[in-house]
């Protein structure tokens, strides 16, 4: 069974962070289940935690305590080692800020996941050239992210999250600083590509109009999911 036929279970989930001495409590008792290829929107206001849950959702972070499960595994009781290799092949991220590497044009940016995992220079490049051109960027493969609109930019920013196939696609934002146009765009392309994959999607946003595309919300206050909706 791979890890793409498996649901995420997350128990009693809590982070807290600790500046000048205090404790700072961001999450307190999340406790969620999904089933393999669900979209979740999980809505919030900021610094309601939204962020935090899905940078230990993607094991970027690790939880004060609690657990998340992926199938029967339990996520952080894997070594430092494990967990990169299992980010590399099973979860994709997609950030407000697009975090791509200025020194190197779109085509390596996306490239980069696929030859950390090992794949040949020669399948990386087939591969990301095909998912830049699916997401319209045939033309910019050579081009930095100086070069690139900010549109462009997110576009390479999904291309690269999809090169290893995730299991898991995780979206913090990913529209936040587009105008709506451009946002409808990308939001269309990740639903697309996920679709494609048949990955588990979550996204983060502050936007009711993007949840309204999820089949289920989730809303977290003070550090819980305080009820959950569906799209109407």
């Known amino acids: 069974m ?63 305590s609690g657990r998340i499960w992926v199938g029967d595994q339990d996520l952080f009781a894997r070594s430092p080692a494990q967990l990169d290799a299992l980010r590399n092949r099973e979860i994709g991220f997609v950030f407000q800020f697009h975090h791509l590497l200025p020194d190197h044009d779109a085509l390596r940016n996306v490239m980069i996941p696929a030859l950390i995992g090992g794949d040949a220079p020669t399948r990386a490049k087939n591969t990301a050239t095909h998912l830049l051109q699916k997401v319209g960027l045939g033309d910019r493969l050579s081009h930095r992210p100086g070069e690139l609109s900010g549109g462009e930019q997110q576009r390479v920013a ?57 089949p289920r919300h989730l809303q977290l206050e003070n550090g819980a999911f305080a009820h959950e909706g569906s799209a109407q």
Not at 22 to 35: G, I, M
Not at 180 to 187: D, I, K, Y
């Open 2 to 64: 791979t890890e793409s036929s498996k649901h995420i279970r997350v128990e009693g989930l809590h982070k807290s962070f600790f500046k000048g001495g205090q404790e700072l409590k961001v999450l307190r008792e999340v406790n969620l289940s999904l089933d393999a290829g669900e979209r979740v929107a999980i809505l919030g206001a900021s610094g309601s935690g939204k962020s935090t849950f899905l940078h230990l959702l993607g094991a970027l972070d690790r939880p004060t």
């Open 158 to 214: 999904i291309a690269r999250a999809m090169i290893r196939r995730p299991s898991i696609l995780l979206a913090d934002e990913p529209t936040g600083n587009l105008d709506p146009s451009m946002a409808g765009q990308v939001l269309d392309l990740l639903l697309e590509l996920n679709q494609e994959v048949g990955s588990t999607l979550m996204v983060v946003t502050h936007s009711p109009n993007i949840a309204a595309h999820f």
